[in-house]
């Protein structure tokens, strides 16, 4: 018996649009607006820019709100494009939010500070949003990477040369948060880069090392990892950096918390968050373990006193009262509000998408990794920082390819140039290999 082996299409679709409908028809995604896309690289490159002459202080853009701002935007574009594929999660978030904002307005708590709390399930929204988008050329995006981490290294470098070692003003905010976003932005172009994206991993050890920021540290470790993890190690420089990565490893995280370490560890003050969340907790029931508290339930004055050195965070009323987020950690914050549900759906959700949309697991676990650790420390999920590169990873979705990219010497994917080579020499002279087998 013969078996006739079809040629490849010399039409070669992009996986990016291999989606099938309910009917089993092919789902073209829909792409970003390119105007869209303009305001985000406008957005952080303008407050980069501005940022840098402010040497010991954060730049004055208030770049939180625009990207806030940016992602609102997306949801609102999104939904009058109405392609929306992912409703029944859309809903089942909306309800959920909806089951904790009832008992917040029946208690009559104040909808800033429920809004500040519950952040996270609207970037969850988003996520679900940008299934069937696709963000378009990576190549503006690589470009926003480099100039946000050299913007920011020069900035460190200036601010440790004019104020000495120990001054940490970020780019945009504190190290804790911006730390999470270059980070997850690496590791989001980091396959799409070329030779050069092994210098980027550098660079972005040379700012951890500069910023002091713990939670940045442990993201920088698991981005060198990660680095590792997809090198080409019949890359010469690949396996010279390699041999480098061990030892940076160690000493990169072990110069920063030795830098900020200083008495016991009671001192330290994510340290006192959670025993003070330890000290609220202490009568829970099951119940309040698994759904948390009601919204939103301000904490006891004896721990509010005990924080008053972090006013700024207190209730928006101005009457003395503090909620969760005085807590700092993302993790307490969440456990405190929603339980361990809620902890489950921030971190269970991002994870389903990211598959649902072939992001590779190397990625996945990196993105969501940098999240949980940032939520030890501060906000983790709750902020755009964290959320943006999660959303551009769900954007660019199946451009991804599970085994590491083999970089050629013009720092272009070899296996595809070898691939479209063979299919355009096959479809050029008109001819096809007719492979038999005897059964």
């Given at each position: 018996?013969?078996?006739?082996?079809?040629?490849?299409?010399?039409?070669?679709?992009?996986?990016?649009?291999?989606?099938?409908?309910?009917?089993?028809?092919?789902?073209?995604?829909?792409?970003?607006?390119?105007?869209?896309?303009?305001?985000?690289?406008?957005?952080l490159t303008g407050a980069a820019l501005v940022s840098v002459p402010f040497v010991g202080s954060f730049g004055p853009v208030p770049t939180t709100d625009l990207l806030d701002l940016w992602v609102i935007l997306f949801v609102v574009s999104t939904v009058l494009k109405r392609r929306i594929r992912t409703t029944a999660t859309i809903f089942a978030l909306m309800a959920y939010l909806l089951s904790r904002a009832i008992p917040a307005l029946l208690t009559e708590s104040p909808l800033i500070d429920f809004l500040q709390a519950y952040r996270w399930v609207f970037y969850l929204i988003a996520f679900a949003l940008a299934i069937g988008q696709r963000w378009g050329p990576s190549r503006p995006l690589i470009g926003l990477t480099w100039a946000l981490?050299?913007?920011?290294?020069?900035?460190?470098?200036?601010?440790?040369?004019?104020?000495?070692?120990?001054?940490?003003?970020?780019?945009?905010?504190?190290?804790?948060?911006?730390?999470?976003?270059?980070?997850?932005?690496?590791?989001?172009?980091?396959?799409?880069?070329?030779?050069?994206?092994?210098?980027?991993?550098?660079?972005?050890?040379?700012?951890?090392?500069?910023?002091?920021?713990?939670?940045?540290?442990?993201?920088?470790?698991?981005?060198?990892?990660?680095?590792?993890?997809?090198?080409?190690?019949?890359?010469?420089?690949?396996?010279?950096?390699?041999?480098?990565?061990?030892?940076?490893?160690?000493?990169?995280?072990?110069?920063?918390?030795?830098?900020?370490?200083?008495?016991?560890?009671?001192?330290?003050?994510?340290?006192?968050?959670?025993?003070?969340?330890?000290?609220?907790?202490?009568?829970?029931?099951?119940?309040?373990?698994?759904?948390?508290?009601?919204?939103?339930?301000?904490?006891?004055?004896?721990?509010?006193?005990?924080?008053?050195?972090?006013?700024?965070?207190?209730?928006?009323?101005?009457?003395?009262?503090?909620?969760?987020?005085?807590?700092?950690?993302?993790?307490?914050?969440?456990?405190?509000?929603?339980?361990?549900?809620?902890?489950?759906?921030?971190?269970?959700?991002?994870?389903?998408?990211?598959?649902?949309?072939?992001?590779?697991?190397?990625?996945?676990?990196?993105?969501?990794?940098?999240?949980?650790?940032?939520?030890?420390?501060?906000?983790?999920?709750?902020?755009?920082?964290?959320?943006?590169?999660?959303?551009?990873?769900?954007?660019?979705?199946?451009?991804?390819?599970?085994?590491?990219?083999?970089?050629?010497?013009?720092?272009?994917?070899?296996?595809?140039?070898?691939?479209?080579?063979?299919?355009?020499?096959?479809?050029?002279?008109?001819?096809?290999?007719?492979?038999?087998?005897?059964?």
């Amino acid at each position: 018996m013969h078996r006739h082996v079809e040629p490849p299409s010399c039409h070669r679709s992009s996986p990016k649009n291999d989606r099938r409908g309910s009917a089993g028809d092919i789902e073209e995604d829909a792409e970003v607006p390119r105007a869209l896309r303009f305001v985000l690289y406008f957005f952080l490159t303008g407050a980069a820019l501005v940022s840098v002459p402010f040497v010991g202080s954060f730049g004055p853009v208030p770049t939180t709100d625009l990207l806030d701002l940016w992602v609102i935007l997306f949801v609102v574009s999104t939904v009058l494009k109405r392609r929306i594929r992912t409703t029944a999660t859309i809903f089942a978030l909306m309800a959920y939010l909806l089951s904790r904002a009832i008992p917040a307005l029946l208690t009559e708590s104040p909808l800033i500070d429920f809004l500040q709390a519950y952040r996270w399930v609207f970037y969850l929204i988003a996520f679900a949003l940008a299934i069937g988008q696709r963000w378009g050329p990576s190549r503006p995006l690589i470009g926003l990477t480099w100039a946000l981490v050299g913007l920011a290294t020069l900035k460190a470098a200036l601010t440790a040369l004019f104020l000495g070692p120990g001054s940490r003003p970020g780019l945009f905010l504190e190290n804790n948060f911006e730390l999470a976003l270059f980070a997850g932005l690496v590791a989001v172009v980091y396959d799409r880069i070329g030779r050069s994206r092994i210098w980027l991993v550098v660079l972005l050890g040379v700012l951890t090392m500069l910023a002091g920021s713990r939670s940045g540290a442990v993201a920088f470790v698991l981005i060198a990892l990660y680095a590792i993890v997809r090198a080409n190690r019949l890359n010469a420089l690949a396996r010279y950096v390699l041999a480098l990565a061990a030892p940076a490893l160690i000493l990169i995280p072990l110069v920063v918390f030795t830098s900020r370490f200083a008495g016991s560890l009671a001192e330290i003050d994510r340290i006192r968050f959670a025993w003070i969340f330890l000290q609220e907790s202490a009568d829970w029931t099951w119940v309040n373990w698994l759904f948390g508290t009601t919204p939103i339930t301000p904490l006891s004055s004896s721990a509010c006193s005990a924080l008053a050195y972090y006013g700024e965070l207190f209730a928006s009323t101005g009457d003395g009262r503090c909620y969760s987020v005085i807590l700092h950690a993302f993790v307490l914050r969440v456990l405190f509000d929603a339980g361990i549900l809620g902890l489950l759906l921030s971190i269970g959700v991002p994870l389903i998408l990211l598959r649902r949309v072939r992001v590779p697991g190397t990625l996945t676990a990196v993105l969501l990794l940098i999240s949980f650790t940032n939520g030890l420390s501060v906000s983790g999920l709750n902020n755009p920082y964290v959320a943006l590169p999660m959303l551009l990873a769900l954007l660019l979705g199946a451009h991804f390819s599970e085994p590491a990219a083999r970089i050629g010497s013009d720092g272009t994917n070899a296996d595809v140039n070898r691939e479209d080579s063979t299919v355009k020499e096959a479809c050029g002279s008109g001819s096809w290999v007719v492979q038999l087998r005897r059964s």
